[in-house]
């Protein structure tokens, strides 16, 4: 009870991190880290599968880890990784973090310097010891103690929204359980769908506070109640997610709703709206003096303020409050909008299903068209397809077709941008292809003046149609690198091409601000999930979410026009 995917992730990810530090058999630090990434992109909860034999069935989950995932969700702990901790204290894996830092440095600090934690670091490098380590130098050394100096560990760290999410829920679930209690919602930046989580706000309408507080301290995936009153808790997860839980009388719900979602910027601009009209509005609700005008529903406040109501996603003083009051909010797109997904892949390169389940799966989505944009052969890109396996893709997909009834595939690819622009398969290719979906997969570090030339260099190409994961970040793991995404908006609103909002959960790519900008400057969007299984087309919800976040209506997305509206469009060029 209480181990959510993402600790099961977590371990192992923590165990691949440690074998790496102890130098051992790179096979097997990778399939602990692949087993993570499966275990992570899970959209089911392992803890209500059956058991070892249903997590062996995961792609990427052999016996031996299917067995350690039964050992941790049925004990809480593992062994292995237990036993790797005593060998290498958690202090010394916060080290990878710093630039530079590999798992070779690592021990090599370990070894050479006794060096096992950012405090040992400090001292050495204040010592001048480590630039005297062989693959070391001055440069390194220098890049070390300024990030030291920046930064302290486990400080800002903000979880995917996706991850937060699988915590809120069953909390949620778990609070409204509880006897004499009415209601429960989830508030804060988790209900505006903000791509990354600091904590978590539940409010609750409850007959007791303390009471409801009781219960959330014996609520088993608690760490901690750090404080507790009678209408206000505070407590910390065992992921270290801390909580905040209020609980608000009825007719003060829907103003508290309001007040607790934000964003803070949002509520100051409310609340100067309501003084600006002789009015007061706080969490108990939008007042006239001392007489109540609303507060039991946020359409209620709205409306008493003569705004339409503004969905959470919006609410981050970006115009909002204004166009509120103007009757002029975009209608945002719905998951319903979608009619296909432009970007899937399937186990001819490095997804896990087959064509056909894809397909299936797909319409179980209620889609009437995906592309198949398995990734192209380059360098270091995995079981990618040349000329030659994308045409037999392409018959199979053919043929498919023919016997598919409300359905079609689109032929497509996710071809890799080289470093100097060119594109990894040449144009007589990418003609015959429905959808040519480019990426970066490598080179992040290059200047902003090179990135930005390099992505130019690759839009000009004839027969693109998509750039995909439009600025390379990985949610709290990489940075977005260094581009202008003013230069490359022109290129693709001049060219007509489209930019992707990736729903996979770790990217969110691109981010809100960036879609709004492309929404305002009439630039398409492919909201898309870049599933790698059939359990993963539901990336397309998060996706989705994010192009609301972007004020994207359904006819700024490309995918809610049917396949021959896309093909159209795309043709065009
Ligand atoms: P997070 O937790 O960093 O992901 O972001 P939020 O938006 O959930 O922020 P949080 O948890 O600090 O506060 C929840 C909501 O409470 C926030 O969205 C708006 C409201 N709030 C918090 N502090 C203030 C404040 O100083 N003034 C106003 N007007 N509202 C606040
Ligand atoms: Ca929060
Ligand atoms: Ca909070």
Redesign the pocket.
């Known amino acids: 009870m209480g181990i959510h995917n993402a600790d099961v992730a977590d371990a192992f990810d923590e165990i691949g991190d440690l074998l790496a530090i102890e130098g051992e058999n790179p096979f097997r630090i990778r399939a602990y880290r692949r087993a993570a990434r499966s275990v992570r992109a899970l959209p089911k909860p392992l803890a209500e599968m059956r058991g070892a034999e249903d997590y062996a069935a995961i792609p990427g989950i052999g016996e031996d880890l299917a067995g350690k995932i039964a050992e941790l969700i049925r004990t809480g702990h593992l062994e292995t990784l237990e036993r790797l901790r005593r060998e290498v204290p958690p202090q010394t894996r916060e080290l990878l973090a710093l630039p530079g830092l590999g798992p070779v440095r690592v021990r090599a600090l370990m070894k050479e310097l006794a060096v096992k934690s950012r405090a040992d670091l400090s001292d050495a490098l204040a010592a001048g010891r480590v630039a005297t380590l062989p693959r070391f130098g001055a440069g390194l050394e220098a890049r070390l103690k300024e990030a030291l100096a920046r930064s302290e560990p486990g400080t800002t760290r903000?979880l995917p929204l996706a991850v937060a999410a699988q915590y809120a829920g069953p909390l949620r679930e778990y609070l409204a359980s509880v006897p004499g209690v009415s209601r429960v919602e989830i508030?804060?930046?988790v209900r505006?769908g903000?791509d990354?989580?600091?904590?978590l706000?539940l409010l609750a309408s409850a007959a007791s506070g303390t009471q409801l507080f009781a219960a959330l301290k014996r609520y088993p995936d608690l760490r901690e109640l750090s404080a507790s009153g009678t209408t206000k808790a505070s407590a910390v997860l065992r992921n270290g997610l801390q909580v905040?839980v209020r609980v608000v009388a009825p007719q003060s719900f829907g103003a508290a709703l309001h007040?607790?979602?934000?964003?803070?910027e949002h509520?100051?601009r409310m609340?100067r709206l309501a003084q600006s009209r002789g009015l007061k509005l706080s969490e108990y609700g939008l007042f006239r003096g001392s007489r109540r005008l609303a507060g039991e529903s946020e359409e209620g406040l709205y409306r008493a303020l003569g705004l339409r109501f503004i969905p959470p996603e919006l609410r981050e003083d970006r115009g909002e409050i204004e166009a509120a009051g103007r009757d002029a909010l975009p209608t945002l797109i719905e998951r319903g909008d979608l009619k296909g997904d432009l970007h899937v892949h399937t186990n001819a390169s490095d997804g896990l299903d087959t064509l056909e389940r894809m397909v299936a799966a797909a319409q179980a989505q209620n889609l009437s068209y995906i592309a198949i944009t398995d990734h192209a052969k380059h360098l270091g890109i995995v079981h990618g397809l040349d000329a030659q396996r994308l045409a037999i893709q392409a018959e199979a997909i053919e043929a498919l077709n023919e016997r598919l009834r409300g359905f079609r595939i689109l032929k497509g690819a996710e071809v890799d941008i080289l470093e100097d622009g060119r594109l990894a398969l040449p144009d007589a290719v990418l003609e015959r292809l429905d959808v040519v979906v480019v990426a970066v997969h490598d080179h992040f570090g290059l200047s902003e003046a090179r990135q930005t030339s390099r992505l130019l260099r690759a839009l000009e190409r004839p027969f693109v149609s998509i750039l995909a994961h439009p600025s390379g970040r990985l949610i709290g793991e990489r940075e977005p690198y260094a581009f202008d995404f003013d230069k490359v908006l022109d290129a693709v609103s001049e060219r007509g091409g489209c930019l992707e909002v990736n729903g996979q959960p770790t990217r969110l790519d691109l981010d809100d601000g960036h879609i709004k900008a492309a929404v305002e400057r009439g630039v398409l969007l492919s909201v898309a999930s870049d599933a790698h299984s059939a359990d993963e087309l539901v990336n397309l919800d998060g996706a989705v979410r994010q192009a609301r976040r972007g004020w994207a209506r359904p006819r700024d997305v490309l995918n809610t026009r049917t396949h021959a509206g896309v093909r159209a469009l795309l043709r065009k060029r």
């Not at 007040?259 to 803070?264: A, D, E, H, L």
């Open positions: 903000r508030a804060g930046s505006r903000r990354t989580v600091g904590d706000d905040d007040y607790f979602t934000g964003s803070k509520n100051i609340r």
